[in-house]
C-alpha cells in the first residue's frame, strides 16, 4: 500500500514538473511549484507513517508554514510587475 | 491499514490534481483544480500519518502541520489567483462579477 502511494506521487511530481518546465507564464510555474510541495508533503508524511520514525515531522511543520506564504509573495510581485 | 488506505486516497487526489494542472488550458483553471488537493488531498494523506503514527509527539506534529496549512493554503491560492486577474485579466470568460461589482 505504502509502495502504491509512492507510485502516485512520483507521477503527480513527473507532471508537476513537466507543467514547471513547459508553463508559459510566471503564474503557471507558481501553480506547478505549489504542487510539488504538496507531494513532498505527503512524502514526508507517508514515509513518517511507513517507518515509524518522526524525525522529518518538523521539517513537515516547517514547509507547511513556509510553502502558502511564499506563495503569497510570489502573487504580489505577480501582481506588482507590469505584463 | 485504514491510515494507509487514507493516505492513498489523498494522494490518488494529488494526482488528479496534477493531470488537472498538466491538462488545463488557463492559470485559473489550474489553480482551481491544484487547490483541492491542497486542502482536502494533504489532509487525507497526514490523517492517514497521524492514525499510523504511535508517538503522541509525532501526532501533535502532523496535526500542527495539517492546522497551519489548511489556514495558510486557501488564502495563498485567493492571492495567486487575485494577481492572475488584477495582471492579465480574465481570457475568454462569460461573465465578470468583479468588474460590474459595486464594492470591489
Redesign the interface.
Known amino acids: 500500500m505504502t509502495q502504491a502511494t509512492f507510485v502516485v506521487l512520483t507521477v503527480a511530481a513527473a507532471l508537476f514538473t513537466f507543467r514547471l518546465c513547459v508553463g508559459p507564464s510566471l503564474a503557471d510555474r507558481v501553480v506547478a511549484l505549489n504542487g510539488l510541495v504538496i507531494v513532498g508533503m505527503a512524502a514526508i508524511a507517508t514515509q513518517a507513517a511507513h517507518t515509524a520514525v518522526g524525525a522529518f515531522l518538523p521539517t513537515l511543520v516547517a514547509i507547511a508554514l513556509v510553502g502558502p506564504i511564499s506563495n503569497g509573495m510570489i502573487a504580489r510581485f505577480i501582481e506588482a510587475r507590469k505584463s | 491499514?485504514i491510515?494507509?488506505?487514507l493516505?492513498?486516497a489523498?494522494?490518488?487526489l494529488?494526482?488528479l490534481?496534477?493531470?488537472g494542472?498538466?491538462r488545463f488550458s488557463e492559470?485559473l483553471a489550474?489553480?482551481h483544480a491544484?487547490a483541492k488537493?491542497?486542502t482536502l488531498?494533504?489532509l487525507l494523506?497526514?490523517s492517514?500519518?497521524a492514525i499510523?503514527?504511535?508517538?503522541l509527539?509525532?501526532v501533535t506534529?502532523?496535526v500542527?502541520?495539517?492546522a497551519?496549512?489548511l489556514l495558510?493554503?486557501p488564502?495563498?491560492?485567493n492571492?495567486?489567483s487575485?494577481?492572475?486577474y488584477?495582471?492579465?485579466g480574465l481570457e475568454g470568460a462569460v461573465i465578470d462579477e468583479r468588474a460590474t461589482a459595486r464594492h470591489r
Open positions: 491499514m491510515g494507509e488506505l493516505a492513498l489523498g494522494a490518488t494529488v494526482l490534481a496534477a493531470i494542472v498538466v492559470v489550474r489553480l491544484l488537493a491542497s488531498g494533504i494523506v497526514l492517514g500519518a499510523n503514527l504511535r508517538d509527539n509525532d506534529s502532523v500542527l502541520a495539517g497551519l496549512h495558510a493554503s488564502p495563498a491560492s492571492l495567486v487575485r494577481a492572475v488584477l495582471s492579465m
